[in-house]
């Protein structure tokens, strides 16, 4: 009798030590699932290039990872974009919306008037710009597309590149695809300028002889004496740069480039300009739209 | 038909001489190879000589091996006279000119950036430090190096600092002019030859 109570106070003793080991256990099988979603939601939540890099939808890109120049910017500067209220390019995408709005020409036809609710109808635009335009048997960006509507639809005069409206409109469409991945199209038509625009790309230019790859391909994430190099991707514009104090088109941009090469800089809406940023769009194609972004 | 044998047998003779001949010549070429080879040898010799007498702790003879594959070099002065490193300091990290340290690092400079950050300060990280550079270099070969980089590297991105052909959409005011003078080159190259 005594030898059968010992046996099952054993028993019990023994259960009660494998349930708490078993809970313990549980628990830290629990926490860890946990954490693992934990890290799992916020890498969701920043694969954007910004503060992660995401991979190029293109396999064919010579970049692996793209990252976006945000990634590269100043802290201040930074968190100046993510600031609605701070970004100064919001100022120039409010005056977009009001000019979107606003009649003009002898039928007095808004943008709006063809297009109505911009953040529906313009929402892709901002991704897939610039495209082939069979009227002109060319590549046309953004800019030169709501140029196209004013004198065709509105019949009125174009807005010359780099004025506050030009800059506007287009930062208020682009800005429509906000968070949304660049994706261009380089087949069919396209193929042939997205060709040229490479070749420019690797072409060395300059006094200095270097080529945008040179920069942006071979040596991002260093640093060239004040400046730290991106990638050199088009994801942001049309960019406030703090050095301009202004909105600025991607062709300003590239003007900036080749002139600190000591090159000959093209024409704003050059067509040598629009094919380099058919090409610069692919190469960051997968990265999101950032307009209006803030950079150093 | 003797001249036609005639004929035939002088065609095969020219043909074993021609076979004969590819022997020679491969033979000559076997030697000259040698040669060269053994020219080469020699003249290391010759680098291990000059240090031979002197012995290491643990009992070797010191020798110097030397890098023989940059072996281009411009080996005179371009402007005929000496530089002057102090003059080559400053063209090193003025804008303007040389702008060395856009790309490169030195330690001097770093040291310097302490007390003068507005000169020397932001030193980039796109080229090798510079550190110790005359004892990678011989003289002739930096010269070469600061006249056209893409003699020696192909692709580099560094500019070519005494060239005027061979570019692309140069703009209208540096247009057929050199980055630097021939005095500024030997200034800098002056300059670099002290960083032992």
Not at chain 1, 144 to 159: A, G, M, S, T, Y
Not at chain 2, 66 to 85: M, R, V
Not at chain 2, 125 to 149: C, F, H, K, T, W
């Amino acid at each position: 009798m005594f030898l059968k109570m010992m046996k099952y106070r054993f028993a019990v003793s023994e259960f009660a030590r494998y349930d708490r080991a078993g809970m313990v256990l549980c628990l830290l099988g629990l926490l860890f699932v946990a954490f693992g979603c934990l890290l799992i939601s916020q890498d969701a939540a920043a694969a954007d290039g910004r503060t992660k890099s995401v991979s190029p939808l293109d396999e064919k890109n010579p970049l692996s990872n793209l990252w976006s120049g945000f990634y590269y910017a100043k802290k201040e500067t930074k968190a100046m974009q993510l600031d609605d209220f701070g970004n100064p390019g919001s100022f120039y995408v409010e005056e977009g919306a009001e000019l979107w709005k606003k009649k003009v020409g002898a039928q007095g036809k808004s943008c709006a008037s063809c297009h109505k609710d911009a953040s529906v109808s313009m929402k892709e635009a901002g991704v897939r710009y610039p495209v082939y335009f069979a009227p002109l048997d060319r590549m046309i960006n953004l800019e030169q597309r709501i140029n196209l509507c004013r004198q065709d639809f509105q019949k009125e005069k174009k807005f010359e590149y780099e004025t506050r409206e030009l800059l506007a409109l287009t930062a208020f469409v682009r800005a429509q695809s906000r968070g949304m991945p660049v994706r261009v199209k380089i087949t069919g038509p396209a193929k042939p300028y997205y060709e040229k625009g490479k070749a420019f790309y690797y072409q060395r230019r300059g006094q200095l002889d270097m080529s945008c790859a040179h920069c942006h391909e071979n040596n991002y994430g260093k640093s060239l004496r004040s400046n730290l190099l991106s990638q050199g991707h088009a994801n942001g514009f049309p960019t406030y740069r703090l050095k301009w104090q202004k909105l600025g088109s991607l062709h300003r941009r590239f003007r900036g480039c080749n002139k600190q090469v000591r090159a000959k800089p093209y024409a704003y809406g050059s067509e040598a300009y629009v094919n380099l940023e058919l090409y610069l769009n692919w190469r960051g194609s997968g990265l999101e739209v950032e307009t209006p972004a803030v950079r150093n | 038909m003797r001249f036609r044998f005639l004929k035939s047998g002088s065609c095969g003779c020219v043909k074993t001489l021609s076979w004969q001949r590819s022997l020679v010549n491969g033979a000559c070429f076997l030697v000259l190879v040698t040669f060269v080879i053994l020219a080469f040898i020699s003249t290391n010799a010759l680098i291990a000589a000059e240090t031979g007498s002197e012995t290491e702790e643990n009992g070797l003879v010191k020798f110097q091996i030397i890098n023989l594959i940059h072996s281009k070099s411009i080996q005179h002065s371009l402007s005929g006279k000496p530089g002057n490193p102090k003059r080559g300091e400053a063209l090193m990290v003025n804008r303007k000119k040389g702008n060395c340290i856009a790309c490169h690092g030195l330690d001097v400079f770093a040291e310097k950036a302490k007390t003068k950050p507005n000169i020397y300060a932001d030193m980039g990280e796109i080229g090798p430090s510079l550190n110790g550079i005359a004892g990678r270099y011989q003289e002739g070969e930096l010269r070469l190096l600061l006249v056209d980089a893409k003699q020696i590297f192909p692709d580099t991105i560094m500019p070519a600092f005494y060239r005027i052909e061979r570019f692309t959409r140069v703009d209208d005011p540096f247009l057929n002019k050199p980055i630097l003078k021939p005095q500024e080159i030997e200034d800098i190259l002056s300059f670099l030859m002290k960083q032992k």
